[in-house]
């Protein structure tokens, strides 16, 4: 990573590409207000979406599935939001070490600390997973799950992403955002897996994806119950209890969900075992990979991203026939604030 | 525990009671046809459950609680199932470690396996806590969990309870039943939070509690996700992953939950933190002890249980006004089949 992703020239272009987005769409208006996935183009993937929903959900098909199995698990970094620059919850670690960094004098001469005050992703870089985790651990744990909430909550009004200047929790996809509520009116009962902190997600998921805290899934820290003289609180500390990723997706769905998912979406590798899982169903499934091919609007990455690395589940993809989605040809629209 | 208590001279006692049951419900049937909880008496518990569901889901109380947080919660052993003469699942253990004997002839002179396949619960208590381990990890892991699932479902079909001769998933009390049916009918949404084996419980609660594998919290083994050449598989570990008791069911909430339930239920002491928890949240909320009184119908036990021991559960329920029901006194009815 490279300090230069906090600064964005592309602004300019990305403000004349959605306006050139309203344009075309206008003409559009009319015929698509009825569409529930009127943000996807009537391109392949979206048939096969809408061609899978209707052979499960209609009695009369073969391939019918019960309501109760109907469970469909999302990815959310990459997947139902942007994680580019760099994951939202990574920007969130920097800000809160910025902000905790007074009471820490000593962080200023000592490493990692160092390198996230001073924005120095390089040295960042320099640390690696131990060097994060270490700052994970210092922002995420010595307070209460309720204080944490709040914490998240403000950060979430307050920060903006570098590139677009907008709060973080607008930087969801519109046409996933469409698919959930889509799924959704089909009676699938719809989750996060992600391999973000579960309590970094929770304080949004709701509003924004109208998923509610029970339906999400994510990594963890160890928590503590203490009875606090008739205030009890859950205190978070300073260990990583669960990582929700790769091969432990499945093992979190088998863990928490208890009903192997008949749908599952994600957009890189670490969701791979998740789709795999899925399509093991001995209903018919649906595995979708969201395939970042836009940079004009978004970002363009797969095979040799270090975030959301999509190499060994694209050609799974393309050899099993799994849907893709291709952000540049298949979405009319990324983010509902093009619009 | 002795022996004995694999050999039931109540039950004769028993059939008794029940005609006596059935007698005496006869005047009431016209008048409590309408009841959703017709199996509990008249008496404080039932009334106070009764003021309390309508006080969080009248729109024009200021106890209204929004749906989306009206979040139940149930213990299992004890609470919705009999957990006597020892819990379900160890009766599931001891009488898979006989089935698998055949292929391990060591365990004939092996403790604690010895001692499980002679029905020796002397020599099992014994080998204590380690001991029940040992057990619970040869007879719950080298199996996937689908394998797991279906030795649990064919037990359920079989395996009898020694003093009332039915099959164990048909030992649910009634008025529980009632309760979690009329919970569900003012849209809360009704949760398992046990210390029981989480895949021990799942093949049968939709079925008897009508709460959906995704709603079963419980204790887990560590498991791990085999691609399997196409055919993936989670197989289960012989480690202990979580035990879901006491100050960690609060914890199991917040994990997977990530609500505060505003009605908690349980049994034992076990179940106090999840109370607690409970009753700090800021909306009104009930917390319900199933207070173990009745030696004639069920069994008597309480503050010097080995099973189920509720003592300090008793004391804060007593302090703190928590509803308190008394299996002799509030339920007119405790099995369905005693009908």
Chains 1, 2 share one sequence.
Request: a negative charge; one cysteine or more.
């Amino acid at each position: 990573m490279k300090k230069s992703i906090f600064i964005f020239p592309l602004l300019v272009l990305l403000y004349s590409c959605t306006t050139q987005q309203n344009d075309s769409s206008k003409a559009d208006e009319v015929v698509v207000v009825q569409d529930p996935l009127s943000a996807w183009n009537d391109a392949s993937t979206k048939q096969s979406i809408i061609s899978y929903v209707n052979a499960v959900t209609d009695s009369a098909s073969a391939d019918f599935v019960p309501v109760a199995d109907r469970i469909a698990v999302f990815d959310n970094d990459g997947t139902l939001w942007c994680e580019q620059p760099a994951y939202t919850q990574l920007i969130f670690v920097l800000d809160r070490i910025r902000e905790m960094a007074p009471s820490h004098p000593e962080w200023s001469k000592q490493q990692p600390f160092k390198a996230a005050i001073e924005g120095d992703l390089d040295g960042l870089a320099e640390s690696g997973m131990e060097g994060l985790m270490t700052l994970l651990m210092h922002t995420h744990s010595g307070v209460t799950t309720d204080e944490f909430k709040e914490i998240v909550e403000s950060w979430m009004k307050n920060a903006k992403h570098p590139r677009y200047n907008v709060t973080y929790d607008q930087l969801v996809y519109q046409p996933m955002i469409e698919l959930l509520h889509y799924l959704r009116a089909h009676n699938f009962k719809t989750y996060i897996v992600s391999g973000g902190g579960v309590e970094f997600m929770r304080p949004v998921t709701d509003r924004i994806y109208g998923i509610p805290a029970e339906q999400v899934i994510g990594s963890t820290v160890k928590t503590v119950f203490e009875y606090n003289d008739g205030n009890p609180v859950i205190k978070k500390l300073p260990e990583i209890d669960f990582i929700d990723d790769k091969e432990l997706k499945p093992v979190a769905i088998n863990k928490i969900i208890g009903k192997k998912p008949i749908f599952a979406a994600g957009n890189s590798d670490g969701d791979l075992a998740m789709l795999q899982w899925s399509a093991s169903s001995d209903h018919k499934s649906l595995q979708l990979y969201v395939h970042h091919t836009d940079s004009v609007r978004e970002y363009a990455y797969d095979r040799n991203s270090h975030v959301g690395k999509l190499d060994k589940g694209l050609d799974q993809a393309l050899n099993d026939g799994w849907a893709v989605a291709d952000m540049e040809k298949d979405w009319k629209r990324v983010f509902s604030f093009e619009k």
